[in-house]
């Protein structure tokens, strides 16, 4: 007999998913799928609203809309992964260092990860990317940066639970190594919360290479981005609405999509809520 779905601990993930992979798909399918070619100039077709040849209608240069929100899911996809990638990696690597040897260690490697902290996020990302240089590749790299603290510090704290555990103690007494006790002990018990953590800052990154394109410091027209796309919008927002809000909504339902799905990922991973 097939049991009833937990709605309390998988709902999130499963309403969220489908909108995820959609999301991926379209980003991976973006030349087979987009109706026409993002940076096709039309000028018999400028500022054209929403209709049965442009579903989205066009910009100000008769570039269709979908195609370019289309395109420019893939510029987001790969900015909020790579990032994501950077961080979890480099902050989970010092948050276990930290927590395994402590002392001196422990406090030179956190202090600086709170210097870091302390900086707001957008402002961080443009003193690096003025540092870097504009381009999506440096994007990556300032967002990735930006998330090191954060992974560092919820990797430490689980870390440090980790070792307060009796297997643990059992591990060291067996004579187990520093590099098989953080790779084979610590390491897979801090990857559930850091895979929460993981989906919420893709989001976050995501809203971040967002900003940076619509300030000018990430991807540089003509190539589409979310960000980019809202900035060229704002001086036709009177006349061509659709130029800003296609890709404002495409990023409100990414952004909120991945929020909730993190937040089904704890639901389902974190112990004290398993029936």
Same mark, same amino acid.
């Given at each position: 007999?097939?049991?009833?779905?937990?709605?309390?601990?998988?709902?999130?993930?499963?309403?969220?998913?489908?909108?995820?992979?959609?999301?991926?798909?379209?980003?991976?399918?973006? %030349? $087979?799928?987009?109706?026409?070619? %993002?940076?096709?100039?039309?000028?018999?077709?400028?500022?054209?609203?929403?209709?049965?040849? +442009?579903?989205? *209608?066009?910009?100000?240069?008769?570039?269709?809309?979908?195609?370019?929100?289309?395109?420019?899911?893939?510029?987001?996809?790969?900015?909020?992964? @790579?990032?994501? !990638?950077?961080? #979890?990696?480099?902050?989970?690597?010092?948050?276990?260092?930290?927590? +395994?040897?402590?002392?001196?260690?422990?406090?030179?490697?956190?202090?600086?990860?709170?210097?870091?902290?302390?900086?707001?996020?957008?402002?961080?990302?443009?003193?690096?990317?003025?540092?870097?240089?504009?381009?999506?590749?440096?994007?990556?790299?300032?967002?990735?940066?930006?998330?090191?603290? *954060?992974?560092?510090?919820?990797?430490? #704290?689980? !870390?440090?639970?980790?070792?307060?555990?009796? $297997?643990?103690?059992?591990?060291?007494?067996?004579?187990?190594?520093?590099?098989?006790?953080?790779?084979?002990?610590?390491?897979?018990?801090?990857?559930?919360?850091?895979?929460?953590?993981?989906?919420?800052?893709?989001?976050?990154? @995501?809203?971040?290479?967002?900003?940076?394109?619509?300030?000018?410091?990430?991807?540089?027209?003509?190539? %589409?981005?979310? *960000?980019?796309?809202?900035?060229? *919008?704002?001086?036709?927002?009177?006349?061509?609405?659709?130029?800003?809000?296609?890709?404002? !909504?495409?990023?409100?339902?990414?952004?909120?999509?991945?929020?909730?799905?993190?937040?089904?990922?704890?639901?389902?991973?974190?112990?004290?809520?398993?029936?």
């Amino acid at each position: 007999m097939i049991r009833r779905l937990n709605w309390r601990r998988y709902g999130l993930v499963v309403v969220t998913l489908p909108v995820v992979a959609m999301v991926f798909l379209a980003a991976a399918l973006a %030349p $087979f799928i987009a109706p026409y070619d %993002p940076f096709e100039l039309d000028v018999l077709m400028m500022l054209q609203g929403p209709g049965a040849d +442009h579903l989205l *209608g066009t910009d100000e240069l008769g570039r269709d809309i979908l195609s370019r929100v289309i395109h420019a899911s893939r510029v987001s996809i790969v900015v909020g992964l @790579v990032a994501v !990638a950077i961080g #979890a990696t480099g902050g989970t690597l010092i948050g276990v260092l930290a927590a +395994h040897f402590g002392g001196a260690v422990d406090s030179v490697l956190m202090r600086f990860m709170e210097i870091v902290f302390c900086f707001p996020a957008i402002l961080l990302a443009v003193i690096l990317m003025a540092n870097l240089g504009t381009s999506v590749l440096n994007a990556m790299l300032a967002i990735g940066i930006i998330f090191i603290p *954060g992974f560092a510090r919820l990797t430490r #704290a689980v !870390a440090q639970t980790v070792q307060r555990q009796s $297997f643990l103690e059992a591990a060291i007494c067996l004579g187990m190594g520093p590099v098989r006790l953080i790779t084979r002990e610590i390491l897979p018990n801090v990857i559930g919360p850091v895979l929460v953590e993981a989906a919420v800052a893709f989001s976050y990154a @995501v809203l971040l290479e967002s900003a940076l394109s619509f300030l000018g410091l990430g991807a540089q027209p003509p190539e %589409p981005s979310w *960000g980019n796309m809202i900035n060229t *919008g704002r001086g036709f927002i009177d006349q061509a609405p659709w130029i800003s809000l296609a890709p404002g !909504a495409a990023l409100f339902v990414t952004v909120f999509s991945f929020n909730l799905l993190g937040d089904g990922l704890r639901d389902v991973l974190d112990p004290k809520l398993h029936d």
